[in-house]
């Protein structure tokens, strides 16, 4: 195992230090220790070096390490959904109890769990995924897509609604991802005039490799994986 109390030591200290050049409180950015494809002993020992906040990309993964009740409780621990759920997994996600869903990318996996989380008497907190960039091959709601379907997002009653999030293109060089993290804070702005009844409070932006330029730009949440645990095989 890598040394993971020694690797958040680290996170935390270079999170406060982008807090502290940007004028802005380390307090406001949560950090998210991504543990996929890792054991949930990573998760463990994450816990012990005071770590909650744990993240994970597929429901079905995340149920097995951290949802099962046949397996013992890990006390404290807050699970963050942080990728793309399939309409047919949208039921495991939900018994997963996450504290937030990062990843609503679609009006029809919105409207899937908020019947579920509504059935459940259950009102479930996420953020919209913004594809910032336009990629092809990416997941997320393109900006206009996110306008069009704001309506009915905001008014679905299972779902409470936080902010933006976004995973910009990757690059070896973490300035690049400066422009899409302004843009989708831009977005969040602009969005947040345009509906003020909803909270737009959230940013989740920033990952491993990009998380200072994140913090100057903005992020309220971070997610990172392999600056603490290491790389996934
Ligand atoms: C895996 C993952 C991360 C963490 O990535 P690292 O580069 O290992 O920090 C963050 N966000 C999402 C959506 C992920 O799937």
């Known amino acids: 195992m890598p040394p993971i109390a020694a690797n958040l030591e680290r996170v ?8 502290e050049r940007a004028g802005r ?9 991504v543990t996929k494809t890792h ?8 816990l012990a070096a005071g770590q909650y906040d744990i993240g994970e990309n597929r429901p079905e993964e995340a149920f097995a390490k951290y949802g099962d009740p046949a397996q013992p409780p890990l006390p404290g621990l807050r699970l963050h959904l942080i990728g793309t759920i399939q309409s047919r997994k949208a ?9 937030l869903i990062h990843s609503i990318d679609r009006l029809k996996i919105a409207r899937k769990l908020s019947d579920l989380a509504q059935a459940q008497g259950r009102c479930l907190d996420v953020l919209f995924e913004v594809n910032i960039a336009g990629e092809a091959t990416k997941a997320g709601f393109s900006p206009d897509e996110l306008r069009q379907a704001l309506p009915e997002l905001l008014a679905l009653p299972g779902l409470r609604s936080h902010g933006l999030m976004t995973i910009p293109p990757w690059d070896p060089d973490p300035e690049k991802a400066r422009p899409h993290f302004q843009a989708l804070r831009c977005l969040r702005d602009t969005l947040a ?11 989740s932006i920033g990952m491993s490799d990009d998380f200072e330029v994140a913090i100057a730009e903005g992020a309220t949440i971070v997610r990172i994986g392999s600056a603490i645990f290491g790389p996934r095989s």
């Open 12 to 19: 935390r200290e270079r999170i406060a230090r982008a807090a």
């Open 25 to 33: 409180d380390p307090a406001t950015i949560t950090l998210v220790a």
């Open 39 to 46: 054991p949930r002993a990573y998760a463990e020992a994450a």
């Open 91 to 99: 039921a495991i996600a939900l018994a997963c109890q996450p504290v």
């Open 193 to 203: 005039q345009e509906y003020p009844q909803a909270d737009w409070s959230q940013l």
